[in-house]
């Protein structure tokens, strides 16, 4: 598992998403063009989130399980209440975040942990490869 903590503000996004790039990219040489453009958009949102929405300090930690490729991601702050799935109109201008979160990982979650904050957290599986 790896771990950064973010420094507050906004200017962290594009930190956090280039560390997670780099980061899977250390694999197994296994990488997909796609799922490497997911895990970046996902991290982009939940970091993003997190240091709108949440309290410091926040943390981004990324995991891979070389036997099947995939990764697990979680990205910690210290506010104690879950991420709200919305459902926006086409002319809204934010609020897609944890909707594409949802509709792109395999699974996610968030553990609330009371007065320490909370993890959101989710899941992403190497595509089969074409036949």
Do not use: C, I, Y
Not at 6 to 34: P, Y
């Amino acid at each position: 598992m790896a771990r950064l903590e973010l420094d507050a503000g906004l200017s962290s996004v594009g930190a956090a998403r280039r560390w997670a790039a780099d980061e899977f990219l250390r694999g197994d040489g296994r990488v997909d063009d796609h799922e490497l453009a997911v895990l970046e958009l996902l991290v982009t949102e939940t970091v993003s989130n997190a240091l709108r929405h949440g309290r410091g300090p926040v943390s981004l930690e990324l995991s891979r399980d070389l036997a099947t490729g995939g990764v697990h991601v979680a990205v910690h702050d210290g506010e104690p209440s879950a991420p709200v799935l919305r459902d926006v109109d086409d002319h809204a201008t934010g609020g897609r975040g944890v909707a594409l979160v949802d509709q792109l990982a395999q699974s996610w979650g968030t553990d609330l942990q009371g007065a320490e904050g909370k993890t959101v957290w989710f899941d992403l599986v190497p595509l089969p490869a074409a036949a």
